[in-house]
């Protein structure tokens, strides 16, 4: 149990263009999702909190109208990286808790050329 | 600021030999502990988690842990090491009882020598 998707897995594209990166908790309902980055040979960098139903809570530091984020279902929260551009580039990973423990998804990993 | 430290960037083990990662956190309270695995280019897998009780935890893949709270550490290991096991290791801690705020270490990279 616990299996959280991603989708894409990856993505290549233009700068100043849009992109939408999907979470799914397959097998459990999670009112709170997270989104992180992660940069070559680093650690994860928490970006902001979806919430079911409401506002997301983004971390100190990231633009929230740079990376919008919506959480409109139980089982879905998306991230749309908006005007990307080539610092925009990383490697996105999710994560929901059914409980106090947190399952990651596969990872989306952006290009922005 | 509640921290967590993991000193060894990089370690290199040989197949078969055992293997212990450490782990130490600088926090107020007891929090909860997990170890993740990360290979190229994929997500985190939960290898073991610790909330109390038996402060030797067992997790998946032969993994296992030892909370010792006089040492803030909670330290990995593995007996004999397999060269699947080559990875990224991070170290994680969450303030009991929250479900967001998970602190990860900066991560050690394990590999494996046939």
């Known amino acids: 149990g616990a299996v959280v998707s991603q989708h894409p897995s990856w993505v290549i594209c233009k700068s100043g263009t849009s992109v939408k990166i999907e979470c799914r908790s397959l097998?459990?309902?999670?009112?709170?999702m997270f989104w992180y980055r992660q940069f070559p040979k680093q650690s994860l960098m928490l970006m902001a909190t979806s919430n079911e139903g409401s506002k997301a809570t983004y971390e100190q530091g990231v633009e929230k109208d740079k990376f919008l984020i919506n959480h409109a279902s139980l089982t879905l929260s998306t991230l749309t990286v908006t005007s990307a551009h080539p610092e925009d580039s990383s490697f996105y990973i999710c994560s929901a808790a059914p409980g106090e423990t947190q399952y990651f998804g596969p990872g989306t990993r952006l290009l922005v050329l | 600021a509640q921290s967590v430290t993991q000193p060894d960037i990089h370690i290199t083990v040989s197949e078969g030999a055992s293997l212990e990662l450490r782990c130490n956190y600088s926090y107020g309270a007891t929090p909860y502990l997990f170890w993740y695995v990360q290979s190229p280019g994929q997500g985190l897998q939960l290898l073991l988690k610790?909330?109390?009780?038996?402060?030797l935890v067992q997790g998946i893949k032969g993994f296992e842990a030892e909370f010792k709270r006089s040492q803030s550490s909670f330290n990995l290991r593995k007996p004999s090491v397999h060269w699947s096991d080559a990875a990224e290791y991070f170290c994680a801690v969450v303030l009991g009882g929250s479900q967001g705020n998970l602190i990860f270490g900066k991560g050690t990279k394990l590999s494996v020598k046939p």
């Open positions: 097998d459990f309902q999670a009112t709170t």
């Open positions: 610790y909330f109390s009780g038996d402060t």
